[in-house]
């Protein structure tokens, strides 16, 4: 967690922060439409203030950016305005934004010096931190890569204000992951603090930030390019989420929404198959009630889908890959593990119904 920087102001710590990483005072800024237009300007007057030079470069909200084809109109800008190794990429956006300058960073004259900004909480406590880089392809998603780190990550949970609510709720479904797979005490701070956080009061959300930041480096550093296993945990819910996503043709449920169900689901698998005790059962049955999901939505592309429906949609990347459906499953709070065997299809369904009942 040395490399990950969560404060108020953050930003006032730029300058100070690329002489640490010996980093040449040189930066190449890449927004989002959406993220340059809140915060570019707050961003240029404090590296004017710190003696950084900048070009900004700026690229269309939404994941569609995630492309090649981006990646290409990037490196052809960067020539232009004569971007070199002696230049820092600072990424500042959500995940898009992030996994794209990641990509870039990573490529552009055999890698360029990066800082990770994320703008979004899911950015903040998921997708800038672990060195995950990735474009997509039209057959499918984040399939081209890099495990590429970043000097390091700067964190200012103010940028989280202009954010949807729905936003908020979804990164929040991400916090509450880290607790049930790797950290009780943690759930405890969520069950007392949760409304705060979904009003991004301070020190809370920093709090939050901070320890999911730190849970998720801990579990990437011990997997680094995830062949051990270890990080799998990470996917807890995401099994569901998936089949969720997929039948609402990833313009339904946000992403930590479908991560929230997901894990309510792999909760009553855990249940089935790994015997969790029901005093932990319901105190996440607890934590889930408090979410607010958009009912329509959630109706749509759960509620309303057979288990059938939902575990075809699950094996629809898996049959193609040859590979079998795997769960993350819960021994206990704060205990999770990869599911070693084939959970029988019959319990999938029993514990994707519960959930369906819990959430009508
Ligand atoms: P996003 O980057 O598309 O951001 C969502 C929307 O919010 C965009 O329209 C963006 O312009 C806007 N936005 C960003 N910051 C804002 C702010 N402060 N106020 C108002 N609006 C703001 O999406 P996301 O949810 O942040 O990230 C999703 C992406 O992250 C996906 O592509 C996913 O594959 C990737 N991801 C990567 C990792 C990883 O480990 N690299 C992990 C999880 C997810």
Request: charged share 25%; glycine share 6%; aromatic share 8%.
């Amino acid at each position: 967690m040395k490399n990950i920087f969560v404060s108020t102001p953050a930003l006032s710590v730029l300058g100070k922060l690329f002489r640490e990483y010996r980093l040449r005072p040189k930066a190449a800024l890449l927004f989002d439409s959406t993220t340059e237009k809140l915060f570019q300007k707050k961003i240029t007057q404090e590296l004017k203030h710190q003696a950084i030079e900048f070009k900004t470069f700026t690229v269309k909200s939404g994941e569609k950016s995630k492309s090649l084809r981006t990646a290409e109109s990037l490196y052809s800008a960067f020539l232009k305005e004569g971007i070199d190794r002696s230049y820092t990429l600072i990424a500042c956006g959500g995940g898009v934004v992030g996994d794209l300058g990641g990509f870039v960073a990573a490529s552009y004259m055999r890698g360029l010096p990066l800082i990770q900004m994320p703008t979004t909480l899911l950015g903040m406590v998921d997708s800038a931190i672990g060195g995950k880089t990735a474009v997509n392809l039209a057959e499918g998603k984040n399939l081209i890569g890099f495990f590429y780190e970043p000097s390091f990550t700067l964190i200012e949970p103010e940028f989280l204000k202009t954010l949807e609510a729905r936003d908020i709720v979804s990164g929040c479904a991400e916090i509450l992951k880290y607790a049930l797979i790797l950290d009780a005490p943690f759930l405890t701070f969520l069950e007392s603090h949760f409304e705060k956080l979904l009003k991004l009061t301070p020190p809370y959300t920093h709090q939050a930030i901070r320890r999911s930041a730190q849970l998720k480096s801990r579990v990437v550093r011990l997997d680094l390019k995830e062949t051990l296993g270890i990080r799998a945990k990470l996917n807890f819910g995401h099994t569901f989420a998936h089949a969720i996503e997929t039948i609402g043709n990833y313009s339904g449920l946000r992403h930590g929404e479908a991560v929230l169900v997901g894990m309510l689901c792999a909760t009553y698998l855990s249940d089935k198959t790994m015997g969790m005790k029901s005093r932990e059962i319901k105190r996440i049955e607890a934590m889930v009630s408090r979410f607010t999901l958009p009912k329509s939505i959630l109706t749509r592309d759960f509620l309303n889908q057979s288990p059938e429906a939902l575990i075809a949609a699950m094996q629809s990347d898996k049959k193609k890959s040859g590979k079998q459906l795997r769960f993350v499953l819960l021994s206990k709070i704060g205990s999770a593990k990869l599911s070693e065997s084939q959970i029988p299809f019959k319990d999938v369904s029993k514990a994707i119904d519960k959930a369906k009942q819990f959430l009508s």
